[in-house]
């Protein structure tokens, strides 16, 4: 049984920073692409950024500079670095294990971006 489970998420204030993490099981992660989406109230669900089974990675431009993805396939474990949040940025973060034609998704974490 695939299980991808984020944590990391909570509240945090403008400027400050958060790191998400997401634990893979059930998959050989090294052949998977991660991506991270997110969601806002009332928004679609977009991608923000995306590391290939490579090491290769790109972002969302709103997000350049800001976040950094990375993956540790010995922890069979995705990581979203966040660094100077805005509010903008609140939303549910969700990560996803993609590897044509299978796609695997997390619960969902909410990241609140508030003074």
């Known amino acids: 049984q695939v299980q991808l489970v984020e944590s990391g998420g909570g509240l945090v204030q403008p400027g400050g920073s958060l790191r998400l993490s997401c634990a893979v099981s059930?998959?050989?992660?090294?052949?998977?692409?991660m991506n991270w989406y997110r969601q806002a109230p009332g928004k679609e669900r977009e991608l923000v950024a995306t590391?290939?089974?490579?090491?290769?990675?790109n972002s969302v431009d709103s997000v350049k500079g800001r976040f950094t993805i990375s993956r540790d396939n010995a922890k069979n474990t995705g990581y979203l670095q966040m660094n100077s949040l805005k509010p903008e940025d609140t939303a549910v973060y969700y990560c996803?294990?993609?590897?044509?034609?299978?796609?695997?998704w997390g619960q969902g974490t909410q990241v609140t971006v508030s003074s």
């Open positions: 059930g998959l050989i992660f090294r052949w998977y692409t």
């Open positions: 590391i290939t089974p490579g090491g290769n990675t």
């Open positions: 996803n294990a993609e590897r044509s034609p299978l796609r695997y």
